[in-house]
């Protein structure tokens, strides 16, 4: 909706209002269908160990069972079902890109959404879930927020990628209103050290209890706090990221400019592990959303025990994935227990996605590069290079017969709305995408630097 004609040209209460009715549709059909039941389950299980493990045990059979009977990738393999999950074999996203008909379930009624991931390598995935699907990670996200102090009624800033405010525009209000959600979302695609001190006004002037937010945008909101030796002037119950690898510095910089604690939860949309840090700052696995199991990385760095995480869906049996491997890595604890009171096992940190960014037209940084190339059709992987402010370079390795000049076309369409028209974007193809230490590709190079 953000980037149809209609809403980029309509007046600013227009656009609140059209995302406010978006909004309470979407609240009503979670409504209608209902995870009331399921988030009573889960918020009921959490402190208790014995309670968790066999509805986790229950829900893996489930799932297994599932996959054996009606997806094809595993009826081939006519795995005998008194066998456990180490008898499934690891799937990684190439198998998935080979072969992700084979992954889809034979039961497909109903509504089916697509949503595309893309991760570190830029390479999309599309990944089909059913509306059960959607309603129970609903049902995971709103039990995380309550962890994180939410209360019916409680008002939140969003500051994440959505677009509300289009592109082209110059001027604030660079946020937006949603009436029934009690919401204001704020675009992270303008922020710019000029409009900082506008988004903490308008936050603190809506009376914000709880931020969303990307780590990237609310660590530069903190740093700007930090360098102008304010802080956030409202008071806070907490604030919650997501999608982005958030560091222990970072995290510890936004917690004491915003005076709050920071909630901060990993999730792909594999859907294939939840992990989420308490009050406690402790990494929790949640481990009845998904299976998960952390595969011996072999490798040390800094003296510290690396893992891989491999993870089974519970809440897709449209598109069930087993024991896959993410590619994302976590920091191994020796702790058995926390603070917090919660029975979910603990994680020491999360290694996740590389946090690169470009600079914008207006010098905002911008971070959420994995959207740009979602929809295009024929890009492996790709990465931006910006050594001048005025010029950015896509580096793509792309299948041949499928990018061609329209899907060029689009790529660089597509950086043009997140960085602004005035910025040259080039497409060279390259047979390889420069890697760093540890094996990760970055998503962006960007040897400019506007301001420290
Ligand atoms: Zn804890």
Known sequence: MYT??????????????????????????????????????????????????????????????????????????????????????????????????????????????????????????????????????????????????????????????????????????????SYFENMILLSSFHLTVQSMPLYLHAMHEFGVDIIQAYPSSIVALAKYLQSTDAYYPGELKSI????????????????????????????????????GSCEHGRYHIFTDYAYVELLPAGNMIDGRERAEIVGTNFNNSLYPLIRYKTGDYVVISHETSCPCGSSFPIVEQIEGRIGDYLIGEDGQKIAILNHISKGVKGVLACQFYQQQKEKIEIRVVVEPNVFDEQQKAILIHNTHERVGYSIEVQVNEVPQLEQTKAGKIRQAICTYKEHK
Request: hydrophobic share 40%.
């Open 4 to 177: 149809s004609f209609l809403y980029q040209h309509a007046p600013v209460l227009v656009q609140n209002i059209m995302l406010s009715v978006r909004a309470l549709i979407r609240k009503l059909i979670r409504e209608k269908h209902g995870n009331a039941k399921l988030l009573q389950q889960i918020t009921a299980h959490s402190y208790n160990e014995q309670a968790i493990n066999s509805f986790a045990a229950e829900q893996l059979q489930h799932t297994l069972a599932n996959a054996a009977e009606k997806v094809p990738f595993y009826q081939k393999l006519n795995i005998n079902m008194e066998l456990g999950i180490t008898d499934f074999p690891f799937i990684d996203k190439a198998m998935l890109k080979a072969q992700k008909e084979q992954f889809f379930s034979h039961d497909s009624n109903g509504v089916i959404v697509k949503g595309e991931t893309s991760g570190t390598t830029g390479q999309a995935l599309s990944i089909p879930q059913n509306l059960n699907s959607v309603l129970r990670e609903q049902a995971f996200v709103s039990r995380y927020l309550t962890w994180a102090g939410f209360k019916k009624g409680d008002k939140r800033a969003w500051l994440r990628g959505d677009m509300v405010v289009p592109v082209a525009t110059k001027s604030a209000p660079f946020w937006r209103y």
């Open 240 to 275: 919650v990221t997501s999608s982005e690898s958030l560091s222990k510095e970072h995290k510890a910089l936004i917690e004491e400019r915003f005076k709050c604690v920071v909630f901060d939860w990993y999730g792909l949309f594999e859907r294939v592990a939840a992990i």
